[in-house]
């Protein structure tokens, strides 16, 4: 995940100045990090992609209220986290709306983005069909997490953020970053364990 917050804000600036090319240099450096957390969140690489788009949309519009000492990655993945968020409410009023396949004819690029998918290759049709299960039960796991808990697992455990970072999402101190990570392990692990034994703890996390 980039980190040179001081790139972002020249980028900023200049976006504020009226170069719209500055727009595309921050997508190249933050695309596949935004697109890896929504497709996490939302668990559809259609529904992930639209919401990325729709939060350039957002930086695009918001460009004159990025000052200097913004925090740019902390700003975009707690507006990013709200727009999963407010999917997540819509789509549940809106069943008829199903998700994508996130196993189907995956291809050697996207599996960069996938959450929880290797390659599989050389596997027997019954170890495949196995790994293709245990992802599911591990997909669904984390879909059934409250979403603060949600949020602050992706961005740890997936995007690499440090607990100070994922505070600044998600609007706690680093202590509640680390009582909300141990919960959602705590939470995960069971519901995991419920559905595939012991070895639902996948991060080895000790309690």
Request: aromatic residues 10%.
């Amino acid at each position: 995940m980039p980190s040179d917050n001081e790139t972002d804000l020249a980028l900023l600036e200049a976006l504020r100045r009226g170069r719209d090319t500055a727009l595309n240099e921050l997508m190249v450096r933050w695309q596949r990090p935004f697109l890896s957390f929504a497709y996490r969140y939302v668990q559809s690489e259609e529904d992930a992609r639209d919401l990325v788009e729709e939060l350039f949309v957002r930086v695009y519009k918001n460009r004159d209220r990025f000052k200097e000492g913004t925090k740019f990655s902390a700003w975009a993945f707690t507006s990013l986290s709200n727009l999963c968020k407010n999917f997540e409410r819509w789509r549940r009023r809106h069943p008829a709306f199903g998700k994508d396949s996130l196993t189907d004819d995956m291809s050697k690029a996207d599996r960069d983005v996938h959450p929880l998918a290797n390659t599989g290759e050389g596997a027997a049709p019954d170890e495949e069909a196995l790994r293709r299960e245990r992802i599911e039960i591990v997909k669904d796991a984390i879909n059934k997490l409250p979403h603060d808990l949600r949020v602050t697992l992706l961005l740890y455990q997936y995007e690499g953020l440090s607990y100070k970072e994922i505070g600044e999402v998600v609007g706690c101190s680093v202590k509640g970053v680390e009582t909300r990570l141990y919960r959602a392990r705590k939470a995960l692990k069971a519901i995991l364990c419920s559905k595939i034994g012991p070895s639902g703890d996948i991060w080895g996390e000790e309690e």
